[in-house]
Each structure stands twice: as structure tokens, then as C-alpha cells.
Nanobody
Framework: QVQLVESGGGLVQPGGSLRLSCAAS????????MAWYRQAPGEQRELVAS???????NYPDSVKGRFTISRDNAKNTVYLQMNSLKPEDTAVYYC?????????WGQGTQVTVSS
């Protein structure tokens, strides 16, 4: 059974930083692409970063240069380092992977950027 567990969210002031973690189980982690999404109230869920099994990364323009996704295959964990945070980054952040054509999501972790 695939399980994804996010952690690291919280309240941070504008301009601050947070690092999110997502621990995976039930998959051979090193073989799978991983991604981070976010969903703000009243908005659709959107991709904020992805990383392929080989390490290739992808970001939308809204976070490029501020967010960095990385993975530690020895720990079955994917990270999202978020710097220069803005109030519009406030959202629930979710970890996702896809296995055998099925999407698997974590429970989400709240990130609030406010002074």
C-alpha cells in the first residue's frame, strides 16, 4: 500500500523560508517521479514542483528561483525548500506520486505566509 506523509508546514512571515518533507512507503521510491502540489481556498490544486527518478526537476514560473525540490532515495523522502515566501504561497501543500496509472496523495500540510 502506497503511503505519503507530509510534514514541515507552519506559519511564516513574508520573505521567510520553510522546508517540507514527504516520506514515502509502499513503493520502490528511487524508481518513481515525485511532485508537490498546493491548493489555496477556493482555488484548483496546482503543481509547484516535480522531480523525476533521475533527478530532473520542473517548476512553474510562479515559484521558479524560490522553491527547490530534492529527493533522498536512501530515506525514501522528497523535500520542498521554499524561500522568499509570499502571502500568495499560502495553501495546503500535497505530495504526489503515480504508480501503475494511479495517483497517490498525502494528507497535506498547511503553509501560511502572513505577518
Amino acid at each position: 500500500q502506497v503511503q505519503l506523509v507530509e510534514s514541515g508546514g507552519g506559519l511564516v512571515q513574508p520573505g521567510g523560508s520553510l522546508r517540507l518533507s514527504c516520506a514515502a512507503s509502499g513503493i520502490i521510491f528511487r524508481l518513481y517521479a515525485m511532485a508537490w502540489y498546493r491548493q489555496a481556498p477556493g482555488e484548483q490544486r496546482e503543481l509547484v514542483a516535480s522531480i523525476e527518478s533521475g533527478g530532473t526537476t520542473n517548476y512553474p514560473d510562479s515559484v521558479k528561483g524560490r522553491f527547490t525540490i530534492s529527493r533522498d532515495n536512501a530515506k525514501n523522502t522528497v523535500y520542498l525548500q521554499m524561500n522568499s515566501l509570499k502571502p500568495e504561497d499560502t495553501a495546503v501543500y500535497y505530495c504526489k506520486t503515480n504508480r501503475r496509472l494511479n495517483d497517490y496523495w498525502g494528507q497535506g500540510t498547511q503553509v501560511t505566509v502572513s505577518s
